[in-house]
């Protein structure tokens, strides 16, 4: 009895309840209610007329049976190249030219524009995920037929952009990386690496035929499989199999890498040769999957390409910009080169963010905005928002790249160029905690050298072109020392007051305002008197920024009152929150210059 129950119960899963499945889903095919009425012979025979079945529709009929027997146009046009419309209004022609030769039924039901194709294929709307907007499906009549006709020279690809002119043509590969072996990760931006054709015990690789047709030039999609499964990075073949290797290089490591399964879900890769059949190394791309990738890819990671020419920018316009002296700007930029992490340190007002992307376009010797990236830290930042962490995604949580991961893969691209990452607010984070395993990496000496991330477990290195920029505010009493491991890992540049500077000075003469000239000689006796008081100090003076930014005529009282009222006093407020005769005094003091207007 148990054998007999399991054998019925056998019969209605492998048959009855797929035979129930099959009906239902030819229901859901159009049209249910029309046939041509032509037998898979008939099929044959007209497979064989050439004026019927024209060298495009047997490509047509050919791919779509390569397929799987039923597809959309976009999935097609990506597989095998050509556009959606070769496929659309090829098939539409191809029926119109079998009703006239056969005077088979043509449908006439409502749908205008379906009056050809049912003679071809039954349809039915695409799933919402595909971007094909509607699936054809061979008639089983002439499916039959076309596997009894020989269709080995009918092209199975459409000819790649070259191939027909004098341009060398590119093939398109799928390389998977095993993280236990080796990494893209490892490889630095225009390194070579070989891969063998052979393994250790001596046998051909699978899929061996990919690495003899591989040829120099063709483009690399870089793969990690488990447990990275992400498209990493892009590569391109060197040199062609001599027998032993294949050689290929990386050409650009991806800040945003792009997951296994947002590629795994798109249908117009279901039928991709690493979907298909994953054992293996090197996997054919046809140009239709390689573009369709790359969309993905440059979705996530854009190329950074100005559409106009970058303006030159130099040690003479950080100057006129930022209102300190030669020499400082001498040991500034000779500190963050030599040390290549740096923090501006002053008051508020002094011009800290203002001087970190001034100076970082100094370097450069441009003003490209693409090459900077700029964060503001807080109590709450983490190692998760900087490096990587699991971020929610729907349901489950994913592993998801932080902004100085994603920026440092952006910079290893191109290592002759500087990259500056400035960090606003530096000493507002915990920098243990934000940092991670990247306190050593972070530091000159151990530029490029790799460590394993604690969440990847993948090799990570800061790249040595990166230079990191960051300020801190040395008025603000509730703020804790900064880390002392992260302390001798920067150089630090006091920012003072520019008051003095050729700049400002420049700047104050073009008002020729009086009112002006006597709040700024306020301004700096308070200086003077803040860096001489014992509980203050240098670090606590009045910075220039409050005062900049006019143009001549704009430096009105009704502004210069504000600047007083509701930046200067308030500050002095909180200085000398306990000595409110020196406070008051200073009041007057600053009041007093408008007691005249």
Request: proline content about 4%.
């Amino acid at each position: 009895m148990k054998t007999v129950t399991i054998d019925v119960g056998f019969y209605l899963s492998r048959f009855y309840l797929e035979e129930r499945k099959a009906v239902q889903e030819a229901e859901n095919w159009f049209p249910s209610d029309y046939t041509p009425g032509l037998s898979a012979e008939d099929w044959k025979d007209l497979l064989q007329d050439t004026s019927i079945f024209t060298s495009n529709a047997l490509q047509i009929m050919k791919r779509i049976k390569h397929y799987g027997g039923q597809a959309t146009c976009t999935q097609l046009s990506i597989k095998y190249g050509e556009t959606k419309n070769f496929y659309n209004s090829g098939s539409t022609a191809l029926a119109r030219r079998i009703a006239e030769k056969t005077e088979c039924p043509v449908y006439t039901g409502e749908a205008a524009n379906s009056r050809y194709w049912p003679i071809l294929y039954t349809g039915k709307s695409a799933p919402k995920d595909a971007e094909g907007a509607y699936i054809w499906r061979l008639r089983p009549e002439l499916s039959k037929a076309l596997d009894k006709i020989d269709l080995s020279q009918v092209p199975l690809y459409a000819d790649r952009p070259g191939r027909l002119g004098h341009e060398e043509a590119h093939g398109y590969w799928w390389l998977t990386a095993n993280p236990k072996i080796w990494s893209f990760a490892d490889m630095k931006i225009g390194e070579e690496q070989d891969y063998t054709l052979y393994n250790d015990n001596g046998n051909k690789r699978r899929i061996f035929q990919n690495f003899l047709d591989a040829k120099v030039g063709d483009i690399v999609i870089g793969y990690e499989a488990n447990p990275v499964k992400k498209v990493v990075a892009l590569g391109r073949i060197t040199q062609e199999n001599d027998g032993q290797s294949l050689y290929f290089e990386k050409v650009e490591g991806l800040s945003t890498p792009i997951e296994y399964q947002a590629l795994r879900d798109c249908p117009e890769l279901e039928k991709m040769e690493f979907f298909v059949q994953p054992n293996g190394s090197l996997f054919k791309l046809t140009k239709g999957e390689y573009d369709f990738i790359m969309d993905i890819i440059r979705e996530a990671n854009p190329l950074k390409l100005p559409d106009k020419v970058i303006p030159k920018y130099g040690k003479e316009d950080f100057l006129r910009a930022v209102y300190m002296t030669e020499e400082r700007y001498d040991v500034l930029e000779a500190l963050l080169r030599n040390k290549m992490n740096l923090i501006l340190q002053g008051a508020p007002g002094v011009g800290k963010t203002f001087t970190a992307k001034k100076l970082a376009y100094a370097m450069m010797g441009e003003q490209d905005d693409s090459r900077i990236e700029l964060v503001q830290f807080h109590q709450n930042y983490s190692y998760e928002d900087f490096i990587m962490g699991y971020r929610p995604d729907g349901a489950d949580f994913k592993l998801t790249e932080g902004i100085f991961y994603r920026f440092c893969q952006t910079a290893a691209n191109y290592p002759d160029k500087p990259y500056f990452f400035i960090i606003d607010e530096i000493n507002r984070g915990n920098m243990s905690k934000i940092f991670g395993e990247l306190l050593m990496l972070i530091e000159k000496d151990y530029r490029g050298t790799k460590a394993t991330l604690a969440y990847s477990g993948m090799p990570f290195s800061v790249p040595e072109n990166l230079y990191i920029i960051g300020m801190m505010n040395t008025a603000d009493r509730s703020l804790a020392m900064i880390d002392y491991a992260l302390r001798r890992r920067f150089g630090f540049f006091e920012m003072e007051p520019g008051f003095n500077s050729d700049g400002f000075v420049q700047y104050q003469s073009s008002f020729a305002n009086e009112t002006f000239n006597s709040l700024i000689d306020q301004i700096k006796a308070l200086n003077k008197e803040i860096a001489d008081d014992k509980s203050l100090g240098r670090g606590f003076r009045i910075g220039h920024s409050y005062f900049c930014g006019r143009k001549p005529g704009e430096c009105t009282l009704d502004w210069m009152r504000s600047v007083v009222e509701f930046d200067i006093l308030p500050m002095l407020a909180e200085y000398w929150f306990d000595e409110p005769a020196k406070l008051q005094r200073w009041e007057k003091n600053l009041r007093g210059v408008f007691d005249d207007e």
